[in-house]
């Protein structure tokens, strides 16, 4: 109906998440985030499908679409085959390739998602690289954890893990030639472009905010101001 | 000859699971957090099982978590995911293992668009072969881990030293069975037993001898929720699910949870350690809280390997009691021995759980 929905539409998670919603919200009765925050997928679900640009941006502009954490349980329960998950998905896309992100405090964190997810996928080719990653961020990881960060490589030898070497095996060091491919496909297939918007567009609000970049990635990490938890 | 009636539907809920030659693609969350789990697992295929399992150097992380995480496009994760197949493909092999759920998940997703999408399957082609100069072929089969133990599970129960018996009782462990969602939510047909009745570890935990105990929120999630965990100022969304799990089969008196994805055990594992820092409320006997084990790991002391070898050490909730349950044998001083007996010093107690028992 709208140019920015012809847009979204284009994008598969949309086409294979979005069928006809009867709102029936069995979606909202299942899903975990619906049960910690004011979340409500059928929401998302019929906003989408009325093809209303104006209040898609609304959308796209918001904490809302930041809230669900993708389990897809979703896709089971409903009755038409919608998967509202997938329609998020398409959403976040959407908003961080036009720069709606950084107008959610939710959305902000995603430079947080790409410089430590994203640049351990393409320093080291893992999505988690944990070693020196400690419970001053992560206090839940427990006692064991600090006994696991102060003993990283002894503990990997002893668990059969090949901890930073050539060869097979757990933590291997991944082959710079496999790195090096890994890296071109993200080249290739929009994967760094998506992740120079992030930048960009982060580095934007950063300086509208008056922060330095290590200070704003700390608050984006940090704060929470809880307006929508139950 | 067609399938009909009650038949056909069962149908739907079994999985073709092959019984040889698999290309094994490793999990980087259980790379991480519980490395001994993939080295038994291996130990398993080889040693008692006979089975061909190839672990190759050069493969890499599907993306997984960075898409739910929704900073890589789809684009991007389905050339990576291409690149794994094209590994598999030169190396002879047409089944598919990955360690990890959301790898599982993510593998199944990518092979059902293509199937219904030839024009993306295509994109996927040029764009491997512009980065990399590599074809592949699809995979034959793509199964988890779990289901090639779950296939086994007589001959590793033949196989066992122990079994889930409770030698006190001499009744079977009451074990709670927690399925990742991407194994069979998304696509149900994908997993043995389906999305609503998944077999796949009660199937195992029952061949070793134990009992699955039923709750009301058995098949919500461990709340990982990817960036709902990953950044802090969302974390509350990842306990609040923890503890909607555990209040609600904290009355049905478990005696341990084993998990099939690679991130569940952390989050219930780590989570009751979080939930008795702030609520001070421990679960199962109110002391050391109810030990969570991964299917490997599971396997591996039915097996009678030794507990330090699979990895149990690296638990924030103490497997002891489990262990003394079962009458394992086990050297309570070797629990944090370095390679070689090498001391390593011990972590710290929490407040109110204790990291090992003396």
Same mark, same amino acid.
């Not at chain 1, 491919?181 to 290739?188: A, D, G, L, P, T």
């Not at chain 1, 950063?206 to 922060?211: D, F, K, R």
């Given at each position: 109906?709208?140019?920015?929905?012809?847009?979204?539409?284009?994008?598969?998670?949309?086409?294979?998440?979005?069928?006809?919603?009867?709102?029936?919200?069995?979606?909202?009765?299942?899903?975990?985030?619906?049960? /910690?925050?004011?979340?409500?997928?059928?929401? @998302?679900?019929? @906003?989408?499908?009325?093809?209303?640009?104006?209040?898609?941006?609304?959308?796209?502009?918001?904490?809302?679409?930041?809230?669900?954490?993708?389990?897809?349980?979703?896709?089971?329960?409903?009755?038409?085959?919608?998967?509202?998950?997938?329609?998020?998905?398409?959403?976040?896309?959407?908003?961080?390739?036009?720069?709606?992100?950084?107008?959610?405090?939710?959305?902000?964190?995603?430079?947080?998602?790409?410089?430590?997810?994203?640049?351990?996928?393409?320093?080291?080719?893992?999505?988690?690289?944990?070693?020196?990653?400690?419970?001053?961020?992560?206090?839940?990881?427990?006692?064991?954890?600090?006994?696991?960060?102060?003993?990283?490589?002894?503990?990997?030898?002893?668990?059969?893990?090949?901890?930073?070497?050539?060869?097979?095996?757990?933590?291997?060091?991944?082959?710079? #030639?496999?790195?090096? #491919?890994?890296?071109?496909? /993200?080249?290739?297939?929009?994967?760094?472009?998506? /992740?120079?918007?992030?930048?960009?567009?982060?580095?934007?609000?950063?300086?509208?905010?008056?922060?330095?970049?290590?200070?704003?990635?700390?608050?984006?990490?940090?704060?929470?101001?809880?307006?929508?938890?139950? | 000859?067609?399938?009909?009636? %009650?038949?056909?539907?069962?149908? &739907?809920?079994? %999985?073709?699971?092959?019984?040889?030659?698999?290309?094994?693609?490793?999990?980087?969350?259980?790379?991480?957090?519980?490395?001994?789990?993939?080295? !038994?697992?291996?130990?398993?295929?080889?040693?008692?099982?006979?089975?061909?399992?190839?672990?190759?150097?050069?493969?890499?992380?599907?993306?997984?978590?960075?898409? +739910?995480?929704?900073?890589?496009?789809?684009? !991007?994760?389905?050339?990576? =995911?291409?690149?794994?197949?094209?590994?598999?493909?030169?190396?002879?092999?047409?089944?598919?293992?990955?360690?990890?759920?959301?790898?599982?998940?993510?593998?199944?997703?990518?092979?059902?668009?293509?199937? +219904?999408?030839?024009?993306?399957?295509?994109?996927? *082609?040029?764009?491997?072969?512009?980065?990399?100069?590599?074809?592949?072929?699809?995979?034959? &089969?793509?199964?988890?881990?779990?289901?090639?133990?779950?296939?086994?599970?007589? %001959?590793?129960?033949?196989?066992?030293?122990?079994?889930?018996?409770?030698?006190?009782?001499?009744?079977?462990? *009451?074990?709670?069975? +927690?399925?990742?969602? +991407?194994?069979?939510?998304?696509?149900?047909?994908?997993?043995?037993?389906?999305?609503?009745?998944?077999?796949?570890?009660?199937?195992? =935990?029952?061949?070793?001898?134990?009992?699955?105990?039923?709750?009301?929120? *058995?098949?919500?999630?461990?709340?990982?929720?990817?960036?709902?965990?990953?950044?802090?100022? &969302?974390?509350?969304?990842?306990?609040? &699910?923890?503890?909607?799990?555990?209040?609600?089969?904290?009355?049905?008196?478990?005696?341990?949870? =084993? !998990?099939?994805?690679?991130?569940?055990?952390?989050?219930?594992?780590?989570?009751?350690?979080?939930?008795?820092?702030?609520?001070?409320?421990?679960?199962?006997?109110?002391?050391?809280?109810?030990?969570?084990? !991964?299917?490997?790991?599971? $396997?591996?002391?039915?097996?009678?390997?030794?507990?330090?070898?699979?990895?149990?050490? =690296?638990?924030?909730?103490?497997?002891?009691?489990?262990?003394?349950?079962?009458?394992?044998?086990?050297?309570?001083? $070797?629990?944090?021995?370095?390679?070689?007996?090498?001391?390593?010093? %011990?972590?710290?107690?929490?407040?109110?759980?204790? $990291?090992?028992?003396?």
């Amino acid at each position: 109906m709208g140019a920015l929905y012809d847009e979204l539409a284009k994008d598969i998670h949309l086409q294979e998440g979005l069928n006809a919603c009867i709102n029936c919200g069995t979606c909202t009765a299942i899903c975990p985030a619906a049960g /910690f925050y004011n979340y409500d997928p059928r929401q @998302i679900a019929d @906003i989408v499908q009325q093809q209303d640009d104006k209040q898609i941006e609304e959308l796209l502009k918001s904490e809302t679409i930041w809230y669900c954490g993708e389990c897809m349980s979703c896709k089971t329960r409903c009755p038409r085959n919608n998967t509202p998950g997938q329609i998020i998905i398409a959403l976040r896309s959407y908003a961080q390739e036009h720069g709606y992100f950084t107008q959610s405090e939710k959305g902000r964190q995603q430079i947080y998602l790409k410089r430590t997810v994203g640049q351990w996928i393409l320093d080291h080719g893992y999505c988690l690289y944990l070693e020196g990653v400690g419970t001053d961020n992560h206090p839940e990881q427990g006692t064991i954890w600090d006994w696991r960060q102060d003993n990283w490589t002894e503990t990997m030898d002893r668990l059969g893990a090949n901890y930073q070497k050539a060869g097979a095996g757990a933590m291997r060091k991944i082959p710079e #030639e496999a790195l090096e #491919e890994v890296r071109k496909i /993200f080249e290739v297939t929009g994967g760094m472009e998506r /992740f120079r918007k992030i930048e960009e567009y982060s580095a934007q609000k950063a300086s509208e905010m008056g922060l330095e970049d290590e200070e704003y990635v700390k608050e984006v990490y940090t704060t929470n101001s809880s307006q929508d938890n139950k | 000859m067609k399938v009909e009636g %009650k038949a056909r539907i069962w149908k &739907n809920y079994q %999985k073709e699971i092959p019984d040889n030659d698999f290309f094994y693609v490793r999990s980087c969350v259980r790379q991480n957090f519980f490395p001994g789990a993939e080295t !038994t697992f291996l130990r398993i295929m080889k040693d008692e099982l006979g089975i061909n399992v190839y672990d190759d150097p050069a493969h890499t992380s599907c993306t997984g978590i960075g898409y +739910h995480a929704d900073i890589v496009p789809f684009d !991007t994760t389905m050339t990576v =995911v291409a690149r794994q197949f094209a590994l598999m493909t030169e190396k002879g092999f047409k089944n598919m293992i990955p360690s990890c759920i959301t790898s599982f998940g993510l593998y199944t997703e990518i092979l059902e668009t293509w199937e +219904h999408h030839p024009e993306v399957l295509e994109k996927a *082609r040029k764009y491997l072969k512009e980065a990399t100069g590599r074809t592949f072929e699809i995979p034959e &089969n793509l199964s988890h881990a779990s289901d090639v133990i779950f296939k086994f599970r007589h %001959k590793i129960a033949e196989r066992a030293k122990y079994k889930l018996i409770n030698k006190y009782t001499g009744k079977p462990l *009451r074990v709670v069975e +927690h399925i990742g969602c +991407h194994y069979a939510k998304m696509f149900p047909s994908k997993g043995v037993g389906g999305a609503e009745y998944p077999y796949v570890l009660t199937g195992m =935990v029952e061949s070793f001898g134990g009992e699955i105990v039923d709750y009301p929120e *058995r098949r919500s999630c461990c709340g990982f929720g990817f960036r709902q965990y990953l950044v802090m100022a &969302n974390r509350g969304y990842t306990i609040a &699910n923890t503890k909607k799990k555990f209040d609600s089969m904290d009355p049905y008196k478990p005696d341990c949870i =084993v !998990t099939n994805c690679p991130g569940c055990p952390m989050f219930l594992d780590k989570g009751q350690y979080a939930i008795a820092e702030l609520e001070g409320r421990v679960y199962g006997d109110g002391k050391y809280g109810i030990p969570v084990l !991964t299917f490997e790991e599971l $396997a591996g002391i039915v097996l009678g390997y030794d507990p330090w070898d699979i990895g149990l050490q =690296v638990h924030q909730i103490p497997v002891e009691p489990l262990l003394d349950k079962i009458g394992v044998e086990y050297d309570k001083s $070797a629990k944090y021995k370095g390679i070689g007996g090498r001391d390593l010093g %011990k972590p710290q107690h929490s407040k109110l759980i204790k $990291a090992y028992i003396e």
